[in-house]
């Protein structure tokens, strides 16, 4: 088995403080992690769950992908982060297995991660990314 943890349930939203607070004021939850990754456009906030995150995710830019994600199809689950101990090599299996990459090759992610994201399209309508810690 290549996944070793869920590492993160990424939601986007558009209003990043209102939903820090929501879920600090639902859950108890505090910020464990805050980026922007200018390279994505994208601001986020990591929640942690145990050994897991829940990513809350906003857009910087109009031509960020996540804008174009809510402008589509409003705020709400945008991708699911599987954990990998090797990035490189979670991503041949998968394109082996017929996946379809957005990432050709493993790339930074936030927190110095190593990641690559596989297009929803032949993954049963999930945007998937690979998490190397
Ligand atoms: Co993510």
Not at 7 to 34: M, S
Not at 90 to 103: F, H, K, R, V, Y
Not at 108 to 123: D, E, L, N
């Amino acid at each position: 088995m290549i996944l070793t943890e869920i590492d993160h349930v990424a939601i986007a939203v558009r209003d990043l403080e209102a939903a820090i607070k929501y879920y600090q004021d639902a859950f108890g939850a505090t910020v464990d992690h805050r980026e922007v990754v200018e390279s994505d456009g994208v601001e986020e906030a990591l929640l942690k769950v145990a050994e897991s995150y829940v990513q809350l995710l906003t857009p910087t830019n109009p031509d960020s992908p996540v804008a174009k994600a809510i402008e589509k199809r409003g705020e709400g689950l945008h991708h699911i982060g599987y954990r990998v101990n090797n990035c490189a090599e979670a991503l041949a299996s998968m394109i082996a297995a017929g996946a379809t990459p957005i990432d050709k090759a493993p790339r930074p992610g936030s927190r110095g991660t190593t990641v690559a994201f596989i297009h929803p399209k032949g993954s049963f309508g999930t945007l998937i990314e690979l998490v190397q810690e």
